[in-house]
């Protein structure tokens, strides 16, 4: 009995150590060299459990060392990782999502991230992350199926593959995709959405040189204020005798190029402060670069481009914020794309309807007093304005239009549904065609001689049986309904009548809804992965990254009982122990 009571009492000990340690982990805090010193900052505290220990602990079972604290650590990792796992393996169909970036060491990082279903409803989560030695497509296929493996996650089961569109992860003859493509036949490639959104967007302005010279000059008014804290402060001043608002230039980033919104939308509104900051900063010692932004601002072409940016930007700025959102699916993009593209011919129809360009006549005139612009404001409408909006519309119609198999699965969708029943018989016939010639054959994959083979995900006839039934139930119950695609696709997975009378519809419903459409989520890793791995913590290994990315992203923001129980169950089996548990 008493060595029972003993052992609940160490068991406590270890959780107490655990919950420590997962609050530093947690809040991207260095682990290895504060965890001792938070240990003793809680017997200060009073607590007199940890403070026995330490009193009464051998010296080499104080469990504070940074190889106990680095495999208790690998325990937390562990039960996150198996409850994350054990519900990406109750999901029939997977997505992957990988992306590669350098971190704070210049070491190229491997981020693999999972899409899979729970109760009907599309979720993604990181997976690990690893350090990729080679980049090339090949070593990068290897190590994600060596990951899969490792993980035993079924590389059979991926429908998904979520990729930028480099040729190393996306070329059709040599890529990951195509690698990857061998082992899982009926795997769709899908090119981020929102790296496709960018790229439209850095092609429309390339062929407008009035925007360029806008951006480039919105890199030189950052630089100025963020390598001169003492122009930053004259700005400041300068925007509080305005009594205009204390605004920071944000950075036009190169990579997030819609990032570029912030720093747009910061200068139209320090636009007066900026003039009169140059303006001071020239009059004080004669900088050149001061006088040449200060005339810069002064002239209508950029007041006019940074206001059509501000409309423009802030629309793509949405449908962005939209694309990345991680319940999102495939065949709704087509609708979120059409609204923006309206709204933008909307914009370059009429530009009365815009937010902020209507006004950028009367801001030009107040700046530089009645000065005439008719003409300038013609000629700008005409060979910039109206031509750089329809660039920017051309530009995402090409890269955002969904095709085939993507397209398809819209069939779903009650918005598309006909206006009376008698035309029921024939629709949806072309898209359901497209899903069944995909997903009811065997797919075949040729890569460098050898040829890999999938078996159906759909038997055809079924299929076809089911669909004449089923549009008649989509017609009845949601022609007047506001329901959307999702909404349809996750009921056939969760209504256990609708599932057993529709078994093939419901499978194809899984594999629309677990399609990614951007690796936002991998992106966001690496921004987690830039908290963690910081210059001061440049030497983190690369296991430890991957636990404490881990943590980071995935644990929840306290562990439960039954977590701490088996986080110390598993610290227990990992080898022999001086304290018994």
């Keep these: 009995a008493a060595s029972e009571i003993d052992r609940k009492k160490n068991r406590e000990l270890i959780k107490k150590l655990a919950r420590s340690l997962y609050f530093l982990v947690k809040h991207r805090m260095p682990h290895t060299t504060t965890f001792e010193d938070l240990i003793h900052l809680q017997v200060e505290n009073g607590n007199q459990q940890l403070e ?45 999502m990988a992306d590669e970036s350098s971190d704070v ?10 899409r899979w279903l729970e109760n009907g409803t599309p979720v993604e989560h990181f997976l690990g992350i690893l350090h990729a030695r080679e980049v090339n497509a090949e070593a990068l296929t290897d190590y994600l199926l060596q990951f899969l493996s490792d993980k035993g996650i079924s590389v059979k ?21 195509i690698r990857m493509r061998c082992h899982a036949p009926s795997a769709l490639y899908i090119h981020c959405r929102c790296h496709q959104l960018q790229l439209a967007v850095v092609h429309a302005a390339d062929e407008h040189k009035e925007v360029k010279r806008v951006l480039g ?125 309206s709204r933008l011919k909307e914009l370059k129809e009429d530009p009365k309807t815009s937010t902020w360009f209507k006004d950028h006549t009367d801001v030009f005139k107040e700046l530089m007093g009645d000065e005439e612009i008719s003409e300038d404001e013609g000629r700008f409408n005409t060979t910039v304005y109206r031509p750089y909006i329809q660039g920017i519309i051309d530009h995402i119609s090409s890269r955002l239009d969904s095709k085939g198999v993507f397209s ?27 899903l069944i010639t995909f997903y009811g054959n065997e797919q075949k ?57 529709f078994p ?44 404490a990315m881990r943590v980071c992203i995935e644990g929840p923001p306290t562990l439960s009982e039954d977590e701490l129980d088996n986080i110390v169950t598993l610290w227990k089996d990992m080898k022999p122990r001086r304290l018994s548990v």
């Design 52 to 96: 026995v220990h330490l009193q009464s602990a051998p010296l080499n079972a104080t469990y504070l060392s940074k190889i106990s604290t680095a495999e208790l650590l690998s325990c937390i990792s562990s039960c996150i990782e198996e409850s994350l796992l054990a519900r990406l393996n109750s999901s029939q169909f997977i997505s992957i």
């Design 105 to 114: 060491s210049s070491k190229e990082e491997l981020s693999i991230c999972g």
């Design 408 to 434: 398809a699965f819209s069939l779903f969708d009650p918005r598309h549904l006909p206006t009376s029943e008698d035309s029921l018989a024939e629709y949806g016939e072309d898209k359901l065609d497209d």
């Design 217 to 341: 000059s919105l890199l030189t008014i950052w630089k100025t204020f963020y390598y001169s804290p003492k122009k930053a402060e004259k700005l400041v001043e300068i925007q509080a005798v305005l009594e205009a608002p204390e605004l920071k230039i944000h950075k036009p980033s190169d990579t997030r190029w819609l990032a570029r919104e912030r720093c747009v939308r910061a200068v139209r509104r320090s636009l007066p402060a900026l003039i009169r900051t140059f303006d001071e900063i020239y009059e004080e010692n004669g900088d050149a670069e001061a006088y040449g932004l200060a005339k810069l601002l002064r002239k209508y072409k950029f007041v006019a481009c940074l206001y059509m940016l501000c409309d423009v930007l802030h629309t793509l700025a949405k449908l962005q914020g939209s694309l990345q959102a991680k319940q999102l699916n495939l065949a709704t993009v087509p609708v979120m794309v059409e609204n923006t593209i």
């Design 157 to 177: 089961r991926v429908r998904g593959l979520g990729f930028d569109g480099t040729n190393t992860m996306s070329g059709k003859k040599n890529g990951v995709q």
């Design 445 to 501: 994959v040729v890569f460098e001689g050898k040829a890999w083979v999938s078996t159906p995900d759909i038997d055809k006839k079924e299929t076809e049986s089911e669909w004449k039934m089923f549009r008649r139930v989509l017609f009845s119950q949601y022609k007047s309904s506001t329901d959307d695609l999702q909404v349809v696709t996750s009921r056939l997975l969760t209504d256990s009548t609708l599932n057993a009378a």
């Design 504 to 547: 093939n519809l419901a499978t194809l419903a899984s594999l629309q809804l677990v399609l990614p459409v951007t690796t936002a989520t991998v992106e966001r890793s690496f921004s987690d992965m830039k908290l963690v791995k910081t210059r001061l913590r440049s030497r983190l290994g690369e296991n430890t990254l991957d636990q």
